[in-house]
């Protein structure tokens, strides 16, 4: 099966800095997705960044921006010029494109700090 | 506000019971995805429905157990009750059913069984 690893389960960043959360995936199938949620203090799940396998460009969005190295089966979040609101819950996501029945799977989290 | 609805908010049983938990998707989308997250496991997925059949099944065991109506919303039933039940449950929604249409959660249900 499936499995990703979120290593750090606890990150800090100062505001206005830049902070890199890792990730790791196991997988033999060629064609998947990967994500990024946040979860807040709130509790609700807010995608912040997806990747295509297919695409060997990184996503970015805003401040947001993914290193995928697809052979490593890597795909670490960088966040840029944090902001206090960027404080959560991060958790790395897979989805399978196949046979497998287009099942989701999570890492167990990073928590983030944000330091003012 | 994810356009995505969950009732209720919060329910407290006691083992061996049984509960029911609803969610209404966005207006226009197909397909509806329970997730459950707990504090030593993390986020699981258990199920996914697409326009009212059953989709992909992940990690859900038999005691609980899901549909979707003709009006797309769906429901989780979770019988049997055990305290490792206690979690928060989360129902989300997308367009259609691929990976690549994003997926809108609710707000979640917090279950607690004593």
């Known amino acids: 099966a499936q499995t990703v690893t979120q290593s750090q389960p606890e990150m800090s960043v100062q505001e206005a800095e830049t902070v890199t959360l890792s990730c790791t995936y196991d997988t033999s199938e060629s064609d998947y997705y990967l994500f990024w949620y946040k979860q807040p203090p709130s509790r609700q799940m807010i995608l912040v960044i997806r990747?295509?396998?297919?695409?060997?460009q990184n996503a970015t969005e805003n401040r947001f921006s993914v290193n995928f190295q697809k052979a490593a089966k890597s795909f670490s979040l960088k966040i840029s010029d944090s902001q206090l609101g960027d404080a959560a819950m991060y958790f790395c996501a897979y989805r399978s494109d196949g046979n497998t029945g287009n099942q989701f799977y999570f890492g167990t989290g990073t928590s983030l700090t944000v330091i003012p | 506000d994810s356009g995505v609805t969950q009732t209720p908010k919060h329910l407290i049983t006691a083992t061996g019971q049984r509960v029911t938990l609803r969610c209404s998707p966005r207006?226009?989308?197909?397909?509806v995805y329970w997730y459950q997250q707990s504090l030593d496991q993390g986020l699981q997925f258990l199920i996914q429905?697409?326009?009212?059949?059953?989709?992909a099944k992940g990690n859900i065991l038999e005691r609980f157990s899901a549909q979707q109506f003709p009006d797309l919303h769906s429901e989780l039933n979770l019988s049997s009750l055990e305290l490792g039940d206690s979690a928060l449950y989360f129902c989300?929604?997308?367009?259609?059913?691929?990976?690549?249409?994003?997926?809108?959660f609710g707000p979640g249900t917090r279950l607690t069984v004593t």
């Open positions: 989300a929604s997308s367009a259609f059913s691929g990976p690549s249409y994003e997926q809108y």
């Open positions: 429905y697409y326009n009212g059949e059953e989709r």
């Open positions: 207006s226009g989308d197909l397909s």
């Open positions: 990747q295509e396998a297919y695409k060997q």
